[in-house]
């Protein structure tokens, strides 16, 4: 099946700093990947839909200038956390599809831990 | 709008025994996709099975199968066999035709013991 790699796996910042989360599609070319959120034993929750070229499409109660969204090629979109807080500790994980396909195909997830 | 739901918090299975895990939906479009990912303690989306709203015959992969009632608006997963490392969280998913959006229901832990 096809490949997303998502990079870092883990990563401790500070409070008040930026993380970069990177979800890149290895075999094939994604036009729409998506971002989640999941707490600890929670589901996952939609954050937004990153849409190469154009302006990400978040859903409602996501703050878009907390999480920022880049999807500058056919290939990579990026999910920037910026002026982290413990709050924002989590596990983020993206996915995107291929088109036509039945599966969706996700990262290996990121998990964010703010001290 | 669209709903998945997961009553089952926690399922118990002896090894080998057959299990299954609930899932029913909300949705008013006739077409959508319900999907069973499995997420082991690393993390990671494993896909399981998938079935179309069009699809006449329930879905099976090896020892997962899909109980598609569309009338009844559930999509149950089916184990067979199960095995220590199927000890996971389960999640049933829909997918939106138009924006292919995935909605996820809550979960299932899943515990397999000998």
């Known amino acids: 099946g096809a490949v997303v790699s998502q990079h870092p796996s883990r990563v401790i910042c500070k409070s008040g700093t930026s993380v970069k989360i990177e979800c890149r599609s290895l075999?094939?070319?994604?036009?729409?990947m998506f971002w989640y959120r999941q707490f600890p034993k929670k589901s996952l929750m939609l954050m937004a839909t990153s849409n190469e070229g154009s302006k990400a499409t978040y859903e409602q109660g996501v703050e878009k200038d907390k999480f920022l969204i880049n999807h500058a090629s056919l290939t990579l979109s990026t999910l920037t956390v910026t002026s982290a807080h413990p709050e924002d500790s989590s596990f983020y994980i993206c996915s995107a599809d291929p088109g036509g396909n039945t599966e969706a195909f996700f990262g290996q997830g990121t998990r964010l831990t703010v001290v | 709008a669209q709903k998945i739901t997961q009553t089952q918090p926690g399922m118990f299975v002896q090894e080998k025994e057959a299990v299954t895990l609930d899932c029913t939906y909300d949705t008013s479009d006739p077409s959508y996709g319900l999907f069973w990912y499995k997420q082991p303690s690393s993390g990671e989306m494993i896909f399981l099975i998938y079935?179309?709203?069009?699809?006449?015959q329930n879905a099976t992969e090896g020892r997962y199968s899909l109980n598609f009632q569309k009338a009844r608006k559930s999509a149950n997963l089916v184990i067979s066999a199960s095995q220590l490392g199927d000890s996971a969280m389960y999640f049933c998913a829909m997918r939106e035709a138009l924006t292919d959006k995935l909605i996820f229901g809550t979960g299932t832990r899943l515990q397999v013991f000998p």
């Open positions: 079935q179309g709203s069009y699809d006449q």
């Open positions: 075999d094939f070319q994604a036009t729409t």
